[in-house]
């Protein structure tokens, strides 16, 4: 059989209109938005309902066609850009957009793959129901994609990962048949939890076609406190102090180091500086309630009061509207972009036990700058979650190609300083093609040999998303 | 190799002192709780550390001896209670009860599987933090049966199941390797996340000897309000309303019908009742919080005040003090004695999507009534998260014996009925060998597959806890 016969099968089966074979129409899925990954593919199929991604399953497992998922195009580590090989098929769901149902009683959405998130949050507010993942390409990435890596973003430290909110699963397996397991129920102990290995799993188990999402009540009152710190340590007292008071209002606890805050400045339009003095790192802190503003903004006066005696901060503004709440949040939001705006740079998604983040700040700075001097530190993140990104940006002055000859062997000392504190190498983006080497230098043998067998039990012929994670 | 020569073995290599052989020694560990399995065993093997767990499973490994873990002996399903192979080992974890570290910086507590649960509670309360699992047999009850049964209990509305409070686990495989999975992260996308297969497996997997858990803000401040309804209707209508105003607060949403009432005013020395008539219903809610009671218990007033404007509930009574607090959780939690003390029954822990509770008490009452008049519902339970324990006690005059012949069929039309609504068969006390049948006949046979071939993985000699859920 070949190729061609092959595509054409695929069209007779699931229709033209859901198949596209021509170079031109698959040119733009076969690179990642950052242009870091490029493969190639014979089609790129688009089904819109989960019987036709079975029917596109069952013939890729008979063929033994590799697949390769792709969500929103959002990831960070290639692992929804196909490999070299042009039998890839490329599977996209965002034909399958549908929310299935809302349930505020039980506080349920049940909604496809392919919905991109944003929508789904602006569903269930509408419902006066929070869905509380939200994370930067909230209005690209799709659901699907988020559940696969099981995403993060900025309100894990209250709700948790995308695996938390996800009750059910409705997925295909690799041979075509339907995972049937869209469940809302809140307990269910009949054997083992199987929709927890799709979750994460980076489309490499099967498709997720639609989850069972909790919802939670919507949080009308927000207070932002943006805080100056002199210190990583500072920030884990302020933390401590925060969380044994706040309790479960605190939604935030994001940090940002004075380089951070230096680059948005520089490179954003329209952005102020927050103090009059510039401080070492700042953090920024959410506490949201469903009711009773002046009970929440008592409550965070106190604290921070408390904070500013005892030391845990150097100096505090609290958000007096909503305005002030989103503007706030701009100065933590904009950083990625402001070093996109500087110049090659290199990302490293990594997570620590919270406690150990100021060693690991001081002993992985140490090894970056003996590595190669004058290498920026540019570090931010889900302090409260212990997740960092520990970009580096080139030494002033620096060629643009800088990580071209250096990025290697900087990632090497930074993971490898994460590995000692017991951090992981990857806190909330999973591994793809980028972070694969690290992985299997970094996981136990033991646990990758589980994994492997476990794909397999999944996946005998081998045809999901090759060549990511192991 | 005799038997004899295997035990011999055992006691050589983790001493004398940690093997039982003797048929007085092993009596006791051969039956449930509730006397209604028994089994056989050939030795009882209580190891100190996790090397020493190891050592036993390679030994049982090699010797194809089957191996059953035993934690407190409070589960309900008969899967800590061996079967009749006289060749069979018994685990238990009893001695590895240190908490290895309780770190308030980063919320969490790293304890052995042989702890206690009530004992964790306590050491993580002195230490001004919460580990909200809760339930009835925590005073008896080890973390490792807790986390190999996903345990539920009172407030997993608010903070979810074991499986939410495991950011880790070390465990030792069938085959006597260690598992090093005992992180406390927040946040790791490195692969499949290979501990979620273990928690609920009840012990089918391999032994899990150690877990990372999650820690909270202690809530000092607390407020019950026990609430009469009309029907489960009312009680979804009022957990509606308490979800969107009580939001985080709200930490438990109890139910239970005035005929589970009745039963411990019966049986239950001291008790009183809640009001002064007898209401069809009665929901317990237990909202919680770190600081500020009056701003609490003005918002708990809010609520029941509409709640009763609106005819959500018929009257309702609010806490004032601890003393309170306990009284009233006393009229719920002790329901499952007082029915013991009235007689052999039936239990059913089952759980259905919330907003199918109301429905489905009316068509599964039919059911029974329509199986055996005269049979009596005693159905109470985690409201808030569509757990209901549905039992039933025999007719009133009817012989002690009833459930002999007429259980099996009982049972047969209420969990009918509970998938007949998309519930589970097990909401929260597992499989063991009490559902067994019953799983296989609900649970779809490809998930069922899965989890067969999943199994082979983990325990290829198929010696970890033979004839347990599957």
Known sequence: ??????????????????????????????????????????????????DEVAACLALCSDARVPVVPRGGNTGLCGAATPDASPNNVILSLDRMHAIRSIDTTGNTMVAEAGCILGNLRRAAEEQHRLLPLSLAAEDSCQLGGNLSTNAGGVNVVRYGMTRELALGLEAVLPNGEIFHGLRTLRKDNTGYDLKQLMIGAEGTLGIIT????RLYPRNDVRVVVLAAVNSAQQALELFELLFERGGPRMQAFEFFTAECLDLVLAHVEGMRAPFAERH?????????????ETALRALVETVIGEALERELCTDAAVSES??????????REEISEAQRADGPHVKHDVSLPIEAIPAFLETAGERVEKHHAGVRLIVFGHFGDGNLHYNLSRPSGAPRDFFAQHGEGLTAEVLDEVARYGGSISAEHGIGQLKRDYFSR?????????????????????????????
């Open 1 to 50: 059989m070949t190729d061609l016969s092959f595509a054409q099968r695929l069209a007779d089966t699931l229709g033209t209109d859901a198949v596209s074979t021509s170079a031109d129409e698959i040119e733009p899925w076969l690179s990642d938005w950052r242009g870091m990954y490029k493969g190639k593919a014979q089609a790129v199929v688009r089904p819109s309902t989960t």
């Open 210 to 213: 639609a989850a069972a999402l």
């Open 280 to 292: 070492p790192a700042y953090v920024l802190i959410e506490l949201a309630d469903t009711v009773d």
């Open 322 to 331: 909503i305005a002030q709440v989103n503007s706030m949040w701009r100065l």
């Open 442 to 470: 970094y996981k136990d043998p033991l646990e990758i040999r589980l994994m492997r067998e476990i794909r397999k039990v999944f996946d005998p012929h081998g045809i999901m998303n090759p060549g990511k994670i192991f």
